[in-house]
Each structure stands twice: as structure tokens, then as C-alpha cells.
């Protein structure tokens, strides 16, 4: 049977990357839904390649050009314009599967409507877990919905945890730890002076992986590890304690599980998405995504070292937002998205990204995170702070 997929986000890193394996599996998947924000061309060529019945663009004028275009075309596409139209295709009764692979915040309401209609998410989009990891999971537990990590460093301790001890109150009985291995991003070994001048084009230059910009300077802060670390305490019931991260500079090693006897399991590979995007579409069983053999002898070596937490203090405030629980990971995580879209402007140094956050932090009441509506007055609120800040920022600039 083919399985339906929707791809939230299509026209990102991960959605292309999402839509070449589908492409490989023809007989297995087709691309039912498609969706993006503005970006008309990658979205009418997908049309034309995937046919899919729904493609959402979110903002209006892109909907109509594309539905302009795509009236030329051979292809019965229906063209949807609106973040509305997000949560309809994600909760589709002829969807199968959801890859969640929009960035940031604005992929809370579609992912939730797709685990809340019990759909098989495959999750990309961390910043949804880290604004309401509490609600999200309950709710995935209440439908049945099943959740595949698809972060590369997750999916890997996924792949080391056996099925019994998967996402369940067992996990924290026999895992030890999580070695929660990271590159580093392009400025691993600077020292905070060294940090000052750095370009958002230095920032989006990662050493591993092409990625969108928002994450390539996630990685480049360490705030993607203090976001992925979140993402493991929910994601397989664990302790901020119980996380050890690991800079691993070859990205050979996306994760590692140590048991209670010892035993510490990783997943190993080229660091290539497709590899756990195959994973997340075909499990249980194994599908071919494209990826080549991880040759270890050319590899040589690979090296371990400890986070500098010094000099790159992100990790530590995504660290210290989860032990506060409530609405901390929603304002962690709108603070932290409006820092790097004023730094990708130019609008601020990279170095005034934790200060921004850290102020968010303490400024912003952080309330229990019991409802979609709390969680999104603590983004907006934490927005709001995160915006004087940058504007007092480049009034003193
Ligand atoms: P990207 O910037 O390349 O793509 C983002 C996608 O989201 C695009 O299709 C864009 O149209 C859409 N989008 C942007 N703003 C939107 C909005 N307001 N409403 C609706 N859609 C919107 O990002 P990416 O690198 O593909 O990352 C996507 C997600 O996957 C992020 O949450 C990221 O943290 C996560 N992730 C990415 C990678 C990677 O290798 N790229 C690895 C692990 C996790
Ligand atoms: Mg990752």
C-alpha cells in the first residue's frame, strides 16, 4: 500500500531532502500534501514533480501566484493560502504521515493538529517541543500518535533504544545517560573575544551539514544543542543530568546511549538527513535513502571533547529553561528565534544572541504550560521583550 505523506515545510533542507527519498519510493510513498511559506518556484516544481492533491502556501500572495502557475500546468493541484490550511492538511483523514519539517514556532499548530489526529509525525521541528514538550507529549499518548525523531542525534538514540524502552516511563530505569554528540558548529575552539566579529555568512557556514540558516546559527551558538537536550528529556523521559554532551567534530557519531550495566550503544553514519528521514518513513522496516557507505578508513580517527560552555553559554540557559519548566522553553525559544533573525539582519553581534535570551528569561513570568494559549502568550510576550532589547542593543551600537 502506498502511504500518504504530507511535508510541512517542503521547501526547507530537510522537506527537499524529505522529497528525494519519497522519490525513490514511489511504490511506497506518494507526496499527498505539500506545504511553505513564500517560496513560489521550489513549490511549483515540487507540484510538477509529486502532484500532490493539496499544497499550502502560507502567505496569500504566494498562494496566488502559485495557483496562477500552476493553472498552466498538467497537474490537479489545490492550492490552500493561509497558516489555517496547515492544520487541515496535517490532520487530513487521507494523510498517513507527517513529516514535521517547518522551522521554528510557527510549526506548533500544525504538528500538534497532526498528533492530535494521531497521524505518524516525523519530527524535525524541535522548537515545537521545546515551546510545549509537556502538552505535546500528552497529547501523543491521549491519540496514540506515534512520534519519530528525525534530528539526526535523536533518531541515532532512537535506533540504540530497543523497542520495549522507546519513549516509556522504562527509559530512565536503564539508561545511565545520552552522550548527545555535536559538531561543534564553524566557531568551536573561539574564545568570546574571537566570537565578537563573526558574520552571519561565517555563522551559516557549517563544517558537516547544509542546513536553513536558522539552525546552521543554532549550531553555531550551541543553542542547538541546549534545544536538541530539551528535546531528549521529552522526547525519552529523561533528566537534564542524565545528558552528557559530547563535541564530536566529525559528526560520524550522532548519539550514544549508555545503559545501567554499561553498555553504551551508538549509531554511526555520513552525515546525510536522508539517513534518518528513510528511517522515520519506513520503520519498522529499512528503506535505501541514497546515502553511500560510511568509509572509516578515510575517516581515520574520530575525537571527543567537552562543551565550552564559557564561551558559548546558550547550551547552559537551554539547560537551565527546562529545570524551570512552565512556559521557560517557549520563552527560550521565541528569544532565541527573534536574536537570530536580528543577527542574520545584521542588526546585532553574535555574542548579544545569549544576552537577549538570558534577559527574556528573567523578564518574562514563567507560568505552568498547560495550554496551547499559554505557551503562545509566552512566545509572544518573550518576543516583545526580546525586540526592546535588540532595539536598546543597536541604539547603543
Ligand atoms: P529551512 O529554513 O531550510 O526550511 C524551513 C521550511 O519552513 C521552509 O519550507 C519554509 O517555507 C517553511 N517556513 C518558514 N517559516 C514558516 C512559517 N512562518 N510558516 C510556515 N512555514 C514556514 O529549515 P530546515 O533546515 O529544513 O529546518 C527545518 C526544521 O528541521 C527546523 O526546526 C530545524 O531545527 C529542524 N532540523 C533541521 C535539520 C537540517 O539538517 N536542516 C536537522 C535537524 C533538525
Ligand atoms: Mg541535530
Redesign the pocket.
Known amino acids: 500500500m502506498v502511504a500518504n505523506v504530507c511535508v510541512l515545510?517542503?521547501?526547507?533542507?530537510?522537506?527537499a531532502n524529505t522529497l528525494d527519498v519519497i522519490a525513490r519510493h514511489p511504490d511506497r510513498y506518494r507526496a499527498f500534501a505539500l506545504?511553505?511559506?513564500s517560496?513560489v518556484d521550489d513549490m511549483l516544481a515540487s507540484c510538477e514533480r509529486f502532484a500532490p492533491s493539496f499544497a499550502v502556501m502560507?502567505d496569500e500572495q504566494a498562494a496566488q501566484a502559485l495557483a496562477d502557475r500552476l493553472r498552466e500546468k498538467p497537474v490537479d493541484t489545490e492550492v490552500l493560502a493561509g497558516?489555517a490550511a496547515?492544520e487541515m492538511i496535517a490532520a487530513h483523514d487521507d494523510i498517513d504521515m507527517v513529516m514535521a519539517?517547518?522551522?521554528?514556532a510557527?510549526?506548533l499548530a500544525p504538528n500538534l493538529a497532526a498528533i492530535r489526529a494521531g497521524k505518524r509525525v516525523l519530527l524535525?521541528?524541535?522548537?515545537s517541543l521545546v515551546m510545549s514538550g509537556e502538552l505535546f507529549m500528552q497529547e501523543a499518548r491521549k491519540s496514540d500518535a506515534m512520534l519519530l525523531p528525525?534530528?539526526?542525534e535523536h533518531n541515532a538514540i532512537y535506533q540504540c533504544l530497543p523497542e520495549a524502552y522507546q519513549c516509556g516511563e522504562e527509559v530512565s530505569r536503564a539508561v545511565r545517560r545520552i552522550l548527545l554528540t555535536a559538531s561543534g558548529g564553524p566557531f568551536r575552539g573561539r574564545s568570546r573575544a574571537e566570537l565578537h566579529d563573526v558574520t552571519p555568512q561565517q555563522a551559516c557556514n557549517h563544517p558537516n551539514?547544509s542546513?536553513?540558516?536558522?539552525?546552521s546559527v543554532d549550531s553555531a551558538t550551541l543553542m542547538n544543542k541546549g534545544l536538541e537536550l530539551i528535546e531528549a528529556c521529552w522526547l525519552f523521559n529523561l533528566a537534564p543530568e542524565q545528558i552528557e554532551v559530547h563535541i564530536h567534530p566529525e559528526s560520524i557519531v550522532h548519539s550514544m546511549v549508555e545503559y545501567c550495566d554499561g553498555s553504551v550503544l551508538a549509531q554511526l553514519g555520513t552525515p546525510d538527513?536522508r539517513t534518518p528521514i528513510a528511517y522515520g518513513l519506513a520503520w519498522p522496516e529499512r528503506i535505501d535513502a541514497g546515502v553511500g557507505s560510511l568509509d572509516l578508513f578515510a575517516q581515520g580517527s574520530l575525537n571527543f571533547e567537552r562543551p565550552d560552555e564559557a564561551n558559548f553559554p546558550c547550551l547552559d540557559l537551554a539547560r537551565q529553561a527546562f529545570r524551570e519548566g512552565g512556559t521557560a522553553g517557549a520563552i527560550l525559544n521565541a528569544s532565541n528565534e527573534e536574536a537570530v533573525a536580528a543577527f542574520l539582519k545584521g542588526n546585532i553581534r553574535f555574542t548579544a544572541i545569549p544576552d537577549i535570551i538570558a534577559s527574556a528569561l528573567d523578564a518574562v513570568g514563567i507560568q505552568r504550560a498547560d495550554s496551547l494559549d499559554t505557551v503562545v502568550s509566552a512566545d509572544l510576550a518573550a518576543r516583545a521583550t526580546a525586540i526592546q532589547t535588540i532595539q536598546q542593543l543597536q541604539m547603543h551600537a
Request: net charge neutral; aromatic share 2%.
Open positions: 515545510g517542503a521547501t526547507g533542507s530537510i522537506g506545504s511553505a511559506h517560496n502560507v497558516a496547515l519539517a517547518i522551522v521554528g510557527a510549526g524535525a521541528n524541535k522548537e528525525i534530528d539526526s551539514w542546513m536553513g540558516q536558522k539552525i538527513m
